[in-house]
């Protein structure tokens, strides 16, 4: 009976469906085939992209075939499916940079070996664009810095180009020769400091068309004498309808504008408060203050700025990225040059000093205005130094001291004798091709040193860039020698402190009463 239901089961199974029978098969080809995987080295793999490449390489014959036969019956560009046509072929390598042969050493006649010297790389750059300005319908100035041994034993030179935008026969571009001048007096480091006047026939642009000024500087060797570079620089670009050719013959809209050296370093904000207040009030409502930073406007510094850029007087330039370029003084050259050229059209008077020095006019009826119109037929003037003390103060202030502002309390002048005192100064813009640091040797007019007793002014020297109380040794008396140096009481400055003072609380109110040291 049992062998009955045997043979029963087993007819049963092969009578099936056919689908039955493909399952079993599969079924029993899979397993053989994981048997047979476990025996293979572990090295060997065989994943899913390998077998859709095999099934790519067996259908691009025929797709290749069928783009042959389309292609051949139609003048028509047909489309390869990218998925089963042919793979576009790989793009070509970018070209080799041009390398020099390599020198090698010389043996020469009488045993001398000549060396071989082979440059990589380069020292500094040719020329770093700070800025471009037109100054009029045919001239322009463009400042920056370049390699400082360039100058010294090359002779770069410049080419200046204006490129209109739209060129026709009326317009064409036109090239003329740079002048450039070198104003920092050899202070340079890596960098020095150059402005190239463009300065063309006729006018150009002067169409509202507008264009562009192209600068060409080629380094004409310098150090290395087998080797001529030209750097095509876009100085300039005037965009149509730009350029208002009134406001080269209009009068400024300032009568005094200042330039200021970068600021650097933890400055104290309550020497930068009453810095502001002062001159503010000295220069009168036609005046504007441009001040660089470099470092050292910090947060605090920025909150005593706020109030008169919020007022229009004040405009804060962040020129921390010229850190980059190792020039004199974080560059001090190459931001009055740009403060001149940026702003030259703007003002009657350019004044240039430092943050921790007071103008004075030491005349009771004189005025600021009074002096500069005396000196109206001079493009320049400089201005006599008073140094004063920054630690010696008056003993009746003592307890007093923080209360008072500094240049109302350090009240003591240095006089000693046959010491050589920097001058700063004041130009007509108009009138000056480039700038320094203490006066300018690149102006067209007359210069008058001789301006005792009409204008001066106080140095208060480290005050700024230390953040305490600048008293430190109290005296009672009009004269006394410190450290070999003599000394003299002036109250000139400490005179107008009470009147700053309101005139602060008048302009900006009681926001900057807690100002720290």
Known sequence: MAKEKEKMFVGVAWNCAAELKFLITALLFVCSLATVLQFLPSRFSLSGLDLRACVSNVSTPAAIANSTSAVSTTSEVVAVDPVVGVAPPPPLPPPKPFLPSRQQDQALEGGIIKRAFNPYGAAAYNFVLMSAYRGGLSTFAVVGLASKPLHVFGKPSYQCQWVPNNTTTQQQPITTNGYKILPDWGYGRVYTVVVVHCTFPFAVGHDGSGGKLVLHVSTN???????????????????????????????PMYDYLYCGSPLYGNLSP?????????????????????????????????????????????TLQDIREQERFDGYYHNQFLVVNDCLHRYRLDTKWMFFFDVDEFIFVPRRKSTLKSVTDSFSEYTQFTIQQMTMSNKLCLSDDTRKTFRKWGFEKLVYKDVKRGVRRDRKYAVQPRNVFATGVHMSQNTAGKTTHKTEGRIKYFHYHGTIAERREPCREFVNTTSVTLDGIPFVLDTAMRGLAGSVKRFELKMIGPRLHRTPQ
């Open 270 to 314: 309550q020497r930068i408060r009453e810095w502001m207040a002062y001159h503010v009030r000295l220069f009168g409502e036609r005046s504007h203050f441009v001040i660089y930073d470099a470092g050292g406007v910090h947060p605090a510094v920025l909150e005593v700025l706020k109030p008169w850029m919020e007022k229009g007087y004040v």
């Open 221 to 251: 060797g310098g150090g290395d004498r087998n080797s001529n570079l030209t750097d095509r620089i876009e100085a300039l670009s005037e965009a149509p309808g730009s350029l208002n050719p009134s406001y080269y013959t209009s009068p």
